[in-house]
Every structure is written in C-alpha cells, then in structure tokens.
C-alpha cells in the first residue's frame, strides 16, 4: 500500500468519525459497550433534547448539566449545580453496585456516598456545591 492510499483511508475514517459526533455530544466505544456524553445549559434544555431527556425529576433551574450514558443499557451518571433537590428525592440508601461509567469530574466512589433516592432508581447525593446521581445498570452488559 503506497503512502497516498494510507492518507486517504486516514483521512476517510477521520471524516466518518468528525461527522458522527454532534458539537453536544460525543460517542465512544468502551469495553463494555457503547458511552454517550452530553452537556447542556440547564435542566429544561436537557429535558428537551429527545434523543436523551434528562430524567424528570432534575430541575429545569438545574445549570451546567452533564451526563454519561451507557446506549447499550440503561447505566447513567449525571451532575449538575441547583439550588436543592426536588422534594421527590427522599432519604435512601447508597448504590449496591458500583458505577462502570467514569467521567473527570465523577468522583470516586461516589456511588457509595448516595444519601437520596430521586424516581424510584437514580442514587442521589450533593457535595462541593453539585448534585452527582447514579442509576444502575439493569440490563445485563457482555464483557
């Protein structure tokens, strides 16, 4: 294969790979499945996007939200800054599994310092002037 022929199948996968990816979001594939990203300016506009509507029970007051989502299941991480939590987040236990999806600004073990119970499934806790929420996965995943 000559050097034109690797530039142009470079350049071919480059293009596929820039044209999947909107400016919001961004999608990679993990070991464990398929993980999309996406950020919005507050709770509302995430509540419209479609494609990932933020769960209901985030307010749409709620700014810089961001998310990981498993496409491949239904395992989310999500953080965002609010005045305080919606009344329907009630005291609960902490996560029983610990998290696969991983972002910078997910801190460790944060799973296990949930305190709240936001819709029945998502763990809940708020520190450093953030809310950080974990919903489990529940479908299984393959190696």
Known sequence: MNTSTKLIGVGAALVVTLTGCGL???????ANGHVKTVDYASGAAGKADRDTKLP???PDQAKGVTEVIRT???ERILRFTTASLPPACVLGAPAKTAATLTADWWPRGAEGKTD???DQDWHVFAADGAVF???PETIEQKA
């Open 133 to 135: 929420a974990y919903k």
């Open 56 to 58: 209901g029970w985030v």
């Open 72 to 74: 491949t299941g239904s």
């Open 24 to 30: 919001k979001e961004g999608i990679d594939e993990n």
């Open 116 to 118: 709240r119970i936001c």
